[in-house]
């Protein structure tokens, strides 16, 4: 069965810094991952979509990267803002033919001004 | 933009209402899916649909039941509102071909 996992739960850094969230997943069988971001009583906003193909994937100060084979994955943030505090989830999908993907509990990040 | 509508951002229900949640997608996607939010449980799956017609039960489709009678919409009913179904309601939609998947903005449900 496959489960996601993300470590720390919570975290906060200073404004400024480059920062790395990780996701680990214990089934290396995966057609895709996603990162998404939710603001507190929002829905998720989707980030970053990485094929099982692909080592990483960016959009502006965000890039994302995957290693299947180790069953992680990481999204490094740059020059972090405020604007940036916000809860930011893995979710894998399954190599088969099923559209159900696997979510993270997320991890809830503060930067602090 | 494309994007995925929930109906209500609040609800206020009483205990044994039927409750209707609706989500509406402009994508054209094939799939369409029902998520619950709750702190310290993350998302957990109610039900989901492949196609027009059909549906499909997730890991907690106790209480609720579903409706997909046209491809753009995907209704979640709870057929009588109890308290312990109050959370964060979430739909999402995918296109099937790996493409990722895409969140309506949620509805939060209160049922007292």
């Known amino acids: 069965k496959q489960e996601v996992t993300q470590i720390p739960a919570a975290l906060s850094v200073p404004e400024g810094e480059n920062l790395v969230l990780n996701c680990s997943f214990t089934?290396?069988?995966?057609?895709?991952l996603q990162w998404f971001r939710q603001d507190p009583g929002k829905g998720l906003t989707s980030l970053l979509l990485?094929?099982?193909?692909?080592r990483e994937q960016t959009s502006g100060r965000l890039n994302a990267s995957l290693d299947k084979s180790s069953g992680r994955s990481t999204l490094y943030i740059a020059a972090s803002q405020p604007g940036d505090s916000a809860t930011y989830l893995c979710?894998?999908?399954?190599?088969?033919?099923?559209?159900?993907?696997?979510f993270g509990k997320g991890t809830r990040l503060h930067i602090l001004p | 933009d494309v994007k995925v509508t929930q109906s209500s951002r609040y609800l206020v229900k009483r205990t044994g209402e039927k409750v209707f949640l609706e989500c509406v997608q402009d994508?054209?996607?094939?799939?369409m899916f029902w998520y619950r939010q709750d702190p310290g449980l993350g998302l957990r799956l109610i039900y989901f649909?492949?196609?027009?017609?059909?549906?499909e039960k997730g890991d907690i489709p106790e209480g609720y039941s579903v409706s997909r009678e046209k491809k753009e919409r995907f209704s979640l009913i709870l057929e009588s509102a109890s308290t312990n179904q109050t959370s964060m309601y979430l739909c999402?939609?995918?296109?099937?071909?790996?493409?990722?998947?895409?969140f309506g903005s949620g509805t939060r449900l209160t049922v007292v």
């Open positions: 990485i094929q099982s193909s692909q």
């Open positions: 089934d290396s069988a995966i057609y895709n």
């Open positions: 999402a939609s995918a296109s099937g071909e790996g493409r990722g998947y895409t």
């Open positions: 994508m054209d996607h094939e799939n």
């Open positions: 649909s492949y196609d027009v017609k059909m549906k």
């Open positions: 979710a894998v999908k399954r190599e088969n033919r099923d559209d159900k993907i696997i």
